[in-house]
């Protein structure tokens, strides 16, 4: 029942001894202590309702509900720790697991994450998203670098330059999420960079949510004909996201440098054999 | 001989919104895959080229388009191998490089001829299926540059092998 902690010379993160989730990041450069929840949830895809009868496809997201379902409430973990990495391997069902990594010198947390196939056996059409909750007040607002240009200031249930009526309370504050997101409350800062396009969204003060696998059983009638629905068992997806916690004043020069990293990623080729000895000079 | 051209047509191909948004029905969507796939080949051999000029030795290189799920043909066999680490970025990074070998000891050399400290980390598997490795070691790249790193296997009856020091005098 101890409490589980990965860390390096800049980071710790500890995990609930009884969920298995995290629970807390500390930067330990800046004495920064956020106390956090993060795990998988999954959205209820509407097929249509008295309201409307618009179902969640392809083009639209319309969960049926406001508030998401766990996948798990915890999850099975495995602890390695050697010299060059330390990882929690977190299992949260038999279609969802997670690996949070670090590696020395590294300034931010690294959580791989795995979702798929993901089932309906149920008849129930599933948008998961991987949510981080914290006790940040966060006004309202977050942030996302919509379309690849500058992040830009989201307000929940605002839009600013007309006068909103907010009939989806769920998807219509989702916005696109091309390289990060994040929340503050003006003096701690918590950043998730991704490696691919998703939408996100912050539905609570202090929470940040991304949309990380979908899969659905009808079509919302806006063209493709189809419903989201790969044939067979299904798509089994891996990505990641790399979390920062820093102080608002210095949190842009982490995310920037992280994200370009990110984006222009060392390649690796192989070669069989011991080769000649190659030297840059 | 290489060329990029294919990925450039398949890549302008995907500008449509289908691709980027993932609203194509699902035999578009397996032809877009298919036109990446087929772009990506001529791309590898153009790679290749640049790197065996840049090194000036003529290597068969292989590329592991699976290492994100931990499949790597040329890194799991017991053959030595090197590994190139190609960095797009106008800065020098530091990565950590993790490659699914099969089980025992390596020996890693930096472009140096230094060992550099290395992992074996057995990952997780359902039951009944085969255990993974994953060789682990941190390796420097150059601003717009690459760097080649030599991973040997050896032995296991000598696993104090791995934190040998590199004596300069006895390398070839």
New interface residues.
Partial sequence: RQVLAIENEFIQATFDPDTGLLMGIRNKEQNLVLPMSQGFFWYQASTGDKESSQASG??IFRPERPQPLPVSRWAQV?L?K????Q?V?QNFSAWCSQVVRL???QRHLELEWTVGPIPVQDDWGKEVISRFDTPLKTEGQFFTDSNGREVLRRSRNYRPTWRLNQTEPVAGNYYPVNTRIYITDGDVQLTVLTDRSQGGSSLRDGSLELMVHRRLLADDE?????A?L??ESGQWV?GRHLVLLDSARNAAAGHRLLA??EV?????????????????G | SGDSAPLNEAMAVLQHH?AV??????HVANDYARQLSAGWGPCEVL??NA?ARL???K??????RE???SV?P??R?P???????????GRK?????R?PVSEGTFLVKD???KTV???V?VL?SPPGQEQTSEL????S??AL?F??Y?V?RIPSRHPKARTQQYDPKKS?
């Fill in positions: 392809a083009y495995r390695v050697t010299a060059l990495v990882e391997h590696y020395p010198g806006r063209g493709v004909g189809e989201l790969e044939s891996r370009e990293r222009l990623a060392p390649q690796l080729v192989l070669a069989l054999g011991r080769g000649v000895p190659y030297r840059p | 289908d948004s993932g609203t194509s029905r699902q790679v290749s790197l090194s000036g030795s290597l068969d290189f292989a590329f592991c290492l994100n799920v790597c040329p890194s066999r053959a030595p191998f090197q590994v190139v680490i190609y960095n797009p970025l990074v530091d990565q950590m490089v490659l472009p140096n001829g400290p290395s992992d980390l997780p682990l070691f941190s390796a790249a150059p540059g760097s080649i030599s040997t070839n």
